[in-house]
């Protein structure tokens, strides 16, 4: 079992009882670990402690080390466990070892098995916990004195026993500056040249301030984009714990309390984006996306929250056709515009089917703000309720206004329902005459999301064929007088 050259004590001290205990053949139900407080395992055995136990015994362990071999990715899993706060880390990882020394070297690869489980969760929070104290240490320069140049001093108080495994990456970032980092379990210091551990020192206090914070408050405010404002993304990422921390922090409510005046004074100072596209089209020549900005800043309902930005229509300005969808997609929630995912390059190919050219018609969402819930790690649409096509109408409605389309095309039954009011089975309103309360008549039609999730080829075939039908019976007419 060989170790990493940056192992913490508290693995070296494990591993060392470990090694005695294997070479002994003491199964893990007869193995004793008394947790963090047991002096004998979070120390290094001194070379007295290790001859106390007779020649005989460490010719025996020297030789129980020469035969124990383990995968590398165990090794790694212990070394970060180790670091955990959980007192029966150690006992965990010693039955792990014994399991994996006894026949189940590839015991790795069985994702299910609990003991597995609880390592790599455990190895899992202690390198998120470093990840955090990275993101979140705050260096402050001491006062100046006549013996001693700058001193940079920063306080954190970590979940797990991290300082050892977390200081070597200020060592790269700060490594021309003097610094101490305190802890509650001690204090990790660096002068250009060594990386120590110390004790706690009770006499090492954290200035109030320092001279340069004042230029940093200054930057974090002015990267702050009140349209973007995400307050529960924001608490998930940079948890209040952590706020002592930060001087910005105390800015962070002003910044929220203004940021809805802030976006909407962008709003008004932002002219209506009109971006010149390629291709010819019959009617305009500018695709519009003037509501973007304010779709940022909406927070009528509590889809904004989750979302990572708002994803307005775009399309020439007097479009003959408007097609409304039900809401972005993953892929459009990152990029910020409609239909650009799987179900958009279907919608896309359809159109080019039923022979229209795509720069010819406006594309849209009933709902501007992308609904998902966590499924690992793949977030998965939900389907919008009631109470988020209201508070999207408006966005709909001003589109509509401004777009004066010949025909809408409502794609799926949220389209349907946004469009007419009433709560349709696609297959019922495609029969329909549909109108919307602005006049405009409304075809409505598949989702491209539904010919994706056919069951069979079959049934794929059959939709897809009725999305192109009743797109190309919307583009019949699509051309208006003047």
Not at 61 to 88: M, S, T, V
Not at 262 to 267: D, F, I, N, T
Not at 298 to 326: F, H, S
Request: glycine share 6%.
């Amino acid at each position: 079992m060989r170790m990493s050259s940056q192992s913490a004590p508290e693995f070296e001290a494990w591993r060392f009882k470990a090694r005695r205990l294997l070479a002994a053949e003491t199964p893990p139900e007869h193995a004793h670990w008394n947790g963090a407080t047991q002096a004998s395992l979070l120390q290094e055995p001194t070379a007295a402690e290790a001859a106390g136990n007779g020649a005989e015994h460490l010719k025996e362990n020297e030789a129980a080390k020469a035969r124990i071999r383990i995968p590398a990715g165990l090794l790694q899993l212990f070394e970060g466990c180790a670091c955990h706060r959980d007192p029966q880390r150690f006992a965990l990882m010693y039955r792990l070892l014994w399991r994996a020394t006894h026949g189940e070297r590839d015991l790795l690869d069985d994702a299910a098995d609990d003991d597995v489980n609880m390592l790599t969760r455990m190895a899992k929070a202690v390198d998120r916990d470093c990840h955090k104290m990275h993101a979140y240490v705050r260096f402050r320069e001491m006062p100046a004195t006549r013996d001693a140049g700058a001193h940079f001093v920063a306080s954190y108080t970590p979940e797990h026993h991290i300082l050892r495994r977390a200081s070597p990456f200020f060592v790269e970032r700060f490594g021309t500056m003097v610094w101490t980092i305190a802890t509650p379990d001690g204090a990790a210091h660096w002068d250009r040249v060594r990386l120590s551990f110390l004790p706690v020192d009770p006499a090492l206090t954290l200035p109030a301030s320092d001279a340069k914070e004042a230029l940093w408050l200054t930057y974090y405010e002015s990267t702050f984009n009140p349209a973007r404002l995400n307050v529960r993304a924001m608490r998930q990422h940079m948890p209040q714990k952590y706020w002592s921390n930060l001087p910005e922090a105390a800015r962070i409510p002003s910044l929220i309390a203004n940021a809805n005046r802030r976006a909407g004074r962008m709003v008004e100072t932002v002219s209506l984006r009109e971006v010149p596209f390629r291709g010819s089209a019959k009617r305009g020549t500018t695709e519009l996306r003037p509501d973007k900005l304010a779709i940022d800043a909406c927070r009528r309902c509590e889809l904004c929250e989750r979302a990572t930005q708002g994803v307005a229509g775009e399309g020439p300005a007097q479009a003959a056709v408007m097609i409304v969808g039900e809401q972005p997609g993953d892929e459009e929630d990152l990029q910020g515009r409609p239909f650009v995912g799987p179900a958009g390059k279907l919608l896309r190919a359809a159109i080019a089917e039923a022979g229209v050219a795509i720069e010819t018609v406006f594309l849209t969402n009933a709902v501007k703000h992308f609904g998902w819930e966590p499924r690992g790690k793949r977030r998965i649409h939900k389907t919008p309720a009631q109470k988020h096509l209201a508070a999207c109408s408006v966005w709909l409605d001003a589109e509509i206004t401004r777009v004066r389309p010949d025909v809408i095309v409502a794609l799926g039954a949220t389209a349907i329902q946004a469009l007419s009011g009433e709560r349709l089975r696609v297959g019922d309103a495609r029969d329909m005459r549909i109108t919307h309360r602005s006049g405009v008549r409304v075809v409505a039609t598949y989702h491209p999301s539904a010919v994706l999730r056919a069951q069979d080829e079959a049934e794929r075939q059959r939709l897809q064929a009725l999305l192109v039908s009743d797109l190309a019976k919307a583009f019949e007419n699509e051309a208006k007088p003047g």
